[in-house]
């Protein structure tokens, strides 16, 4: 059983690129692998491994300066969700191209899962999922407005030509582990919203704390790792990954016109030229001859 830890937090790194060896080299010797991306104002990532592996690694990045009060979010799989560690600098750790955005400076209100229900019901209040189109295509919260947007750079204009919408409501915004929010709700406050909330956790902290039985949340969450889903008790969901555009798919889907292993599916075979999809063919074969001898080609 692997653990994996989801995990982000503000501050303010005055070397970050000082950051990544440590990080990588303690990962490295702990049997841990997966993502973390280091900036100027914190730490994003998501890794997994052995449970001590995973504690060695966030007790490292608790006494890293302004992160003493880190908080993670825990789940396990039964097959590595990753195949390398990888330590990345970044101008953000989380894209949304704002100068001006600053979570360390003032943030929505939290909302623990178990209050977010009541708030999320009330008519006065406009639930907006944060994620890109493909993420909330496979699940979000009832009534919840989607965006639409392919990337979280594009979130600002959306709201620009959308707030009108939103005249006299109260704003409630989520996403999948939290850190989006910490910088939505931050520009909405900018932008003169002042009531403006965020679900504390994510989606993955509500799954893991709200029963099924009590929950407005319909269908699974889509995670960045090879569970590609998850859903209520952070339990493994049932989709794939289409290696040619990186949206997640059904089972199901694999005998729908356009899949092809590893080059296309149906949402994707007339988005790519046909050149792209011979490299994608190339890329697919090289990775059945791997296999074939045995090698290690997860993501």
């Not at 049997?31 to 994003?44: D, F, Q, W």
């Given at each position: 059983?692997?653990?994996i ?17 440590p ?30 592996g ?48 600053d ?84 520009y ?6 002042e009531?403006v ?103």
């Open positions: 059983m692997y653990t830890a989801a995990l982000y937090h503000f501050s303010r790194f005055i070397d970050p690129d000082s950051l990544r060896a990080l990588k080299a303690l990962c490295e010797a702990q049997g841990v692998k997966g993502t973390l991306l280091v900036a100027g104002e914190g730490i994003n990532g998501t890794i997994a491994g052995p449970a001590a995973i504690d060695a690694v966030i007790a490292h990045i608790r006494a890293l300066p302004g992160c003493a009060d880190l908080e993670w979010k825990r789940s396990t799989a039964t097959e590595p969700p990753f195949g390398k560690m990888k330590v990345r600098l970044k101008r953000e750790i989380v894209t949304m191209g704002q100068p001006d955005v979570p360390l400076a003032r943030v929505g209100h939290y909302v623990d899962p178990t209050e977010w229900n009541d708030l999320i019901g009330r008519d006065d209040v406009a639930v907006i999922d944060t994620r890109n189109d493909y993420e909330v295509a496979i699940g979000t919260f009832d009534g919840a407005i989607d965006p639409k947007t392919q990337s979280f750079g594009e979130f600002p204009a959306w709201w620009e030509a959308n707030k009108a919408r939103f005249h006299n409501k109260k704003i409630a915004m989520f996403c999948t582990g939290g850190i989006r929010c910490e910088k939505s709700t931050n909405l406050i900018g932008q003169g919203v009531d909330f965020h679900l504390k956790g994510g989606i993955l902290k509500y799954l893991e704390d709200v029963p099924q039985e009590e929950s407005s949340w319909q269908g699974d969450c889509f995670v960045f790792d090879n569970r590609v889903s998850v859903g209520h008790g952070l339990k493994e969901g049932p989709h794939m990954l289409c290696h040619g555009c990186r949206r997640p798919i059904l089972p199901e889907d694999t005998v729908r016109t356009g899949y092809e292993e590893g080059v296309s599916c149906h949402q994707c075979v007339a988005e790519t030229a046909e050149a792209d999809k011979a490299r994608f063919r190339e890329r697919q074969h090289q990775i059945l001859l791997s296999r074939a001898r045995g090698e290690d080609h997860l993501g």
